[in-house]
């Protein structure tokens, strides 16, 4: 669901699993308002309605008007990461996890010329 | 005089001991192959096409994998979380790298470009045709025959082909025009729709992992043309044409689903990590993570481990290891404990003996006490166990053109002819001179032309 | 409780050709009418099968491994015997929560079996033999004469132990192969224990860790409802003993000891887990019904249960927001507006994955399964609703193509079952009978292939050999 804070617009992203029959309290991840929910089978029951306390459960994102994303601890829930330091944009690996050489980063066609065992075994 | 020491060690060594060296992987390369002088076109996409051709490429067919001209297939553009790429992506385009979406499904192959649309590109294929024994492909039901290179006009040209098509659907009845996609196959199958948390319990349906029913439905479209090969080099000398759909195989897969349903009219619901049939027989939370110093979140979890205590005796010492001997007095009997309100009662009450531990410490004390069980082992732990990499399961591997990369082995084991890992892929293209001028008979000229005109 | 008359299937008729293609032109129905021509099952006997001259021992009990490799044998033309103890497999008595009334009972003989082996019980004959006795394993070594092809799952070395395992059959018939099928191995630090099923399988080969729900969505790893490494290492010890077949019919004259597991049989096509761990020590997470490498490529609930949706590039991408914004244009107006989202590979990551299918389920929330699916597909986009088997078995496309059908048992009655998916023009694969009571070949087989005679049979069964 949708949840579009009625007191600063940001846009919580009220993911479909968790939330699809949800009865609750989640989190504005932009102002930090309470608000209490109900779902049922993803459409919005009751609510949002303004309320105290803790949050039942985080909203997945969350970004302001403009797109800029909204995360952290606290704010949105964590992401399943496959190590510590995940970004998901291509990343450049040159030595592989026991130190040897593997051809994971962008290449220019001179870096083609010759034969490629050799390339791959000076490690350039 | 050797001959005969050898056979006699084999005849009295230890089996382990034996098991071990006849399937060394690392000796494969010393024994013959099972489908040599066999010539495979793949002529694929994606997971379902391409996968089917790679289990022959790993008994030692020379399967030839065709691709689109420049950027190849779709399946090199994708990757988990957008990270990790292996470079190049082709020699037209250095800078971009083959997605790992890509990996495990055309390894040991040569890898050619042609362009299917045009009529050059369909002349090629034909060439090819004539010399194969074996066409696979997974593109839309008709499109090939469209193009001039379908079952119907390859069996002219060559009719010892064993012509193999694999798709969601299938090329006849109502569906016919659905695309489709593993996920797809696997919920419409119904496979999806049982597995995962029970209802009851707040849970969903849960997609396998894997692309199960593509890397799987490959297997099947491999098992159904090797019998085709046998049968034309045995008995008949013709080929055939084999039509696979992904989701019918999902359909063959659900064990007593539809007898149960057809007799009795009850359908099948999730139950979960648990087994409706046998108790205990399932997976259960252990509270401890097994590295909680470890800065990887998929190492801070806790551990799950499947118990195995089916029978009586092994459910009375779980029950003593466990500490509770009302469990052990109340389910002594299977057909007691199967049922499902003591399941819901039996494993909840293993969780709770098992919070304050890992799964390292849980196995070991039901290792003490002979009772079955396995921990629930993420990637990492599987690629760095003694099992696998001495049975070579996952295998380091010397890739030519991309280095040291962890690679799954072979799924299963030969004596004589044991399949075997040669290289985990190519660029798009890689192939070309080799191939065309062996098989098509071009010269460097004609394929500088083809190539200006990316018809390969 | 009296059982609730159940309705005979199919529920609603299957459609015929006629109205299947009715106002299509005779372009568009020449080629789906051509592979009917070769495929269909209706002209499955009136082809040969691809494999009549093989004929298979299965003596593998208790797991699905092994009835799954021998079927693909069975289905393609081998002559299966199926070799179990005096009383019958143990897996004959598998039945959901213990329930005897959902086992099926011979006509005759009374006995019950279970439906998980009954499902693979197909074109297979049953004959009895007790391993356990020295008589029993001296007419095994008679019966590995007469066969191409031998399967057992007992524990690791076992059979070797009593002299009749591949060292010892080799010697005896040099053109048998052998194949041993297990969980995780006849060997290593980690081979199997007695009594280990799947999913030992599923969960040693890092397939349960990467199923199901991510902690942080409230998941935990999962496994197949169904022995599903079973399936795919039985499939595996399928390709293995074929490739054998062939290897000695081309070159050799010779069999050769074959080993499949499920577990391995599943490593090998976890696709990327390896590799990716390999090159920068990721550990492949799980991530429920969406995808780590393809965005929109996910399930997700709908109006009347879960809906499967796929287009992973720009094509689809915008052919599916088109759909969405027929209904909801706020959705898609926001989705094209969003700078985050206009590279394919950006839209990977996991926020933009909360905030596309959270996005799509305000469009999913107001359709059901089929309504979605017919919107999707006037824009050329694959998706599908996640069935249960009751829709499955009545599925038009599915009851059309055959792939639930009913078989008539002389011992059980009405079967309903999943078909073979072996479909082919020349030798397709095909169903013979579903099921078969305990040792119902014994005469036959014993007879034709020792020439046992009467007092044979009355000896070894008091002997309880057989």
Not at chain 2, 22 to 32: H, R
Not at chain 2, 294 to 316: H, M, R, T, V
């Amino acid at each position: 669901m949708l949840l579009t804070c009625p007191g600063c617009k940001t846009k919580n992203f009220l993911d479909p699993y968790p939330f699809w029959n949800f009865k609750g309290t989640t989190r504005c991840a932009g102002c930090g308002k309470i608000w209490r929910i109900e779902t049922a089978v993803g459409a919005c029951v009751a609510g949002p309605e303004a309320a105290d306390g803790k949050a039942d459960l985080l909203p997945g994102f969350a970004e302001k008007p403009d797109y800029s994303p909204i995360t952290g601890p606290g704010v949105t829930r964590a992401a399943p990461r496959a190590r510590k330091d995940s970004v998901c944009r291509p990343i450049p690996i040159q030595k592989n996890v026991r130190g040897n050489t593997v051809s994971g980063r962008p290449l220019k066609k001179e870096d083609l010329v010759g034969s490629r065992p050799r390339f791959i075994a000076e490690g350039k | 005089m050797a001959k005969d020491t050898a056979a006699t060690k084999q005849a009295t060594q230890p089996f382990e001991e034996f098991c071990k060296e006849t399937f060394d992987f690392k000796k494969a390369f010393g024994k013959p192959e099972a489908l040599k002088g066999y010539r495979v076109l793949s002529c694929t996409q994606y997971i379902l096409g391409p996968s089917c051709a790679s289990y022959m490429a790993e008994l030692g067919a020379e399967v030839i994998k065709i691709e689109a001209p420049r950027r190849g297939e779709a399946m090199r553009h994708t990757t988990p979380f957008n990270e990790p790429f292996l470079y190049p992506l082709s020699k037209w385009i250095p800078e971009r790298g083959t997605g790992l979406g890509f990996f495990g499904a055309n390894p040991n192959e040569y890898f050619i470009s042609v362009d299917f649309h045009k009529p050059e590109g369909q002349a090629i294929v034909k060439k090819l045709a004539a010399k194969a024994d074996v066409m696979v492909e997974n593109y839309r039901p008709g499109t090939f025959d469209r193009w001039g290179i379908g079952y119907r006009q390859l069996r002219e040209i060559n009719p010892r082909l064993v012509y193999c098509w694999l798709g969601g659907f299938g090329g006849w009845g109502p569906g016919r025009v659905r695309a489709s996609y593993d996920i797809l196959g696997q919920s419409q199958g119904g496979n999806f729709g049982m597995t995962g948390k029970q209802e009851f319990m707040g849970g969903a349906p849960a997609k396998h992992t894997i692309w199960l029913a593509d890397y799987w439905g490959g297997m099947m479209g491999a098992v159904q043309i090797l019998a085709a090969l046998y049968w034309r080099d045995k008995v008949s000398g013709e080929g055939t044409f084999t039509e696979y759909s992904q989701v019918h195989g999902v359909t063959r897969q659900l064990e007593y689903a539809l007898p149960l349903y057809g007799r009795h009219g009850i359908t099948r619901e999730r139950w979960g990590n648990w087994d409706t049939q046998f108790c205990v027989h399932g997976i259960i939370k252990c509270g401890k993570s097994s590295y909680p110093q470890s800065e990887n979140p998929q190492e801070n979890e806790e551990g799950y481990i499947l118990i195995s205590a089916y029978d009586d005796k092994d459910f009375a010492t779980l029950c003593k290891v466990a500490g509770d001997g009302k469990l052990a007095e109340k389910y002594a009997k299977h057909d007691a404990r199967v049922k499902a309100k003591s399941q819901m009662e039996i494993y909840p009450a293993l969780e709770k003996w098992a919070a304050d531990k890992s799964k390292e410490q849980v196995a070991a004390i039901l290792d003490k006490a002979n009772i079955n069980n396995q921990p629930v082992w993420n990637a990492k732990e599987v690629a760095n166990h003694p099992h696998w990499q001495q049975r070579g399961a996952v295998q380091w591997l010397d890739d030519p053109t991309f280095g040291d990369l962890l690679h799954q082995g072979p799924a299963y084991k030969m004596s004589h002819t044991p399949p075997r890992l040669k290289w985990a892929l190519k660029p798009v293209g890689a192939d070309n001179e080799y191939i065309l001028g062996k098989l098509a008979g071009l010269s460097a000229e004609e394929m500088r032309k083809l190539e200006e005109q990316e018809c390969i | 409780m009296a059982t609730p008359k159940v309705a005979p299937w199919p529920a609603i008729p299957i459609a015929k050709p006629d109205e299947v293609y009715a106002g299509l032109s005779d372009q568009a129905k020449d080629y789906p009418l051509f592979l009917e021509s070769i495929v269909r099952q209706e002209h499955n006997f009136e082809k040969p099968e691809a494999l009549a001259r093989l004929r298979v021992l299965d003596c593998s009990t208790r797991m699905m491994i092994g009835h799954w490799c021998s079927s693909m044998l069975s289905e393609l033309g081998a002559e299966v015997i199926q070799v179990e103890p005096p009383g019958g497999d143990p897996q004959r008595q598998n039945t959901p929560f213990g329930r005897r009334e959902y086992m099926f009972k011979d006509k005759e003989t009374g006995e019950e079996v279970g439906g998980q082996f009954l499902h693979e019980m197909r074109n297979k004959h049953s004959i009895t033999l007790n391993l356990e006795t020295e008589e029993g394993r001296n007419i095994l070594k008679d019966l590995a004469v007469h066969a191409d092809v031998i399967i057992e799952n007992a524990p690791p070395g076992q059979w070797d132990s009593w002299g009749i395992g591949y060292r010892q059959l080799r010697e005896i018939n040099p053109r048998l192969i052998y194949c041993w099928v297990g969980q995780r191995g006849q060997w290593g630090p980690a081979k199997d224990k007695p009594g280990v099923l799947d999913p030992t399988a599923q969960a040693s080969c890092g397939f349960v860790h990467g199923t199901g729900d991510p902690k942080e969505f409230g998941g935990q790893p999962t496994r197949s409802a169904l022995w599903m490494a079973d399936h795919v290492g039985g499939t595996c010890a399928a390709m293995g003993i074929l490739a054998a077949v062939l290897h000695r019919e081309n070159v050799s004259g010779e069999g050769q000891f074959v080993e499949a597991t499920s577990a391995e049989a599943i490593i090998r096509i976890l696709d990327y887990s390896w590799a990716w761990y390999s090159m920068d020590g990721s550990i492949r997470p799980r991530y429920g019904n969406w995808d780590l490498a393809i965005n929109i490529y996910a399930v997700n609930p709908c109006k009347d249960g879960y809906m499967m949706v796929g287009g992973g590039h720009d094509r689809l991408w915008y052919r599916i927001w088109r759909t969405v914004g027929d209904e909801q244009p706020a959705v898609e107006e926001d989705i094209l507006g969003d700078p985050h989202l206009r590279e394919v590979t950006e839209r990977l990551a996991h926020d933009m994955q909360v905030k596309t299918y959270t996005m799509l389920g305000e469009w999913l929330k107001d359709n059901a399964r089929s309504e979605a699916e017919r919107k999707l597909a006037k824009q050329q986009v694959a998706s599908g609703g996640v069935l249960y088997v009751n829709e499955v078995a009545e599925y038009p496309h599915f009851k059309y193509r055959g792939h639930v059908a009913e078989y008539e048992s002389p011992h059980y009655g009405k079967i309903l079952y999943g078909t073979t998916p072996f479909l082919q023009h020349k030798t397709p694969g095909r169903l013979k009978w579903l099921g078969r009571p305990t040792g119902y070949d014994n005469e036959d087989v014993y007879r034709r292939l020792l020439g046992f005679n009467k007092d044979d049979f009355k000896r070894l069964k008091q002997a309880k050999v057989i």
